[in-house]
């Protein structure tokens, strides 16, 4: 199957939106005719990621976060992103990137934490489009301790750590906001819409302190742990149309909890 034809089907299962306009999703390194028998996931690209691709003779690579994202000035291949790009190109593997279309997509990285999370119902926290579709989601679920839901989705999101906001930990939370990757933009949305707790990642110390001011909880489960697992879902859809597929798993942080 050539690598257009797989574009076609993500954007038809998934419902893909138009992307932001600060984002580049899309081919990165290849081209569209190219045939495709062999796919790695995964949400970032680095050197451990490409020698594995190469090592199981992998056709394209698909992540979340794209590989390039401001312009290209040059190609030094002594560097670290440069012997990446001779690594593909020699090993004829395309790259392609699906980002913030997937983030907002209607069966996108938001439908995948809440079904995580259990929300069954939910809007759109931070709708961008004229059809309503945006980052996030927020909605209800039964009447838990905030520290016991800590707990909850930290186990749900197979977290090492997460960190917990909130001024009273007796706090009866039901109103859930969250949003997958750095959500702190969305911390007055989660306020506006009188949510108990916003789960999302990369919160700072005064983004903290804001969203506790506004008696906002927050739950910062890391930007890849709220993202990682909606991986899982381009997986089904690819082998569905009968696609050898691999989730390649690492967080390229390489944070320890210690």
């Not at 999370?117 to 989601?137: R, T």
């Amino acid at each position: 199957m050539d690598l257009k034809s797989i574009i076609d089907i993500l954007e038809s299962e998934l419902k893909l939106k138009p992307q932001d306009s600060w984002d580049n999703s899309g081919l990165q390194i290849g081209s569209t005719d190219s045939n495709i028998n062999k796919i790695m996931l995964t949400l970032d690209l680095d050197m451990e990621a490409t020698e594995e691709a190469v090592k199981e003779n992998v056709d394209l690579i698909i992540t979340h976060h794209p590989f390039f994202f401001g312009s290209i000035k040059k190609i030094d291949l002594n560097t670290y992103d440069g012997k990446i790009i001779r690594e593909l190109i020699n090993s004829s593997i395309n790259l392609y990137s699906i980002h913030t279309n997937y983030d907002i997509a209607e069966y996108g990285v938001s439908a995948n934490i809440a079904q995580k999370l259990n929300i069954k119902d939910y809007k759109v926290l931070q709708p961008i489009n004229s059809d309503e579709s945006g980052y996030g989601g927020i909605g209800e679920i039964s009447p838990v301790n905030i520290l016991d839901y800590a707990k909850k989705v930290k186990e749900s999101l197979n977290a090492n750590g997460i960190k917990l906001y909130c001024s009273d930990y007796s706090r009866i939370i039901k109103r859930v906001a969250f949003c997958g990757g750095s959500g702190s933009d969305f911390i007055d949305n989660a306020i506006k819409e009188e949510a108990d707790v916003y789960i999302t990642g990369d919160i700072k110390y005064h983004q903290a302190q804001w969203a506790i001011k506004n008696n906002l909880c927050v739950i910062d489960a890391g930007h890849y742990n709220t993202e990682i697992h909606s991986l899982g879902k381009l997986k089904e859809i690819l082998e569905k149309a009968n696609m050898e597929v691999i989730l390649f798993k690492k967080n390229m942080t390489a944070e320890m909890i210690i």
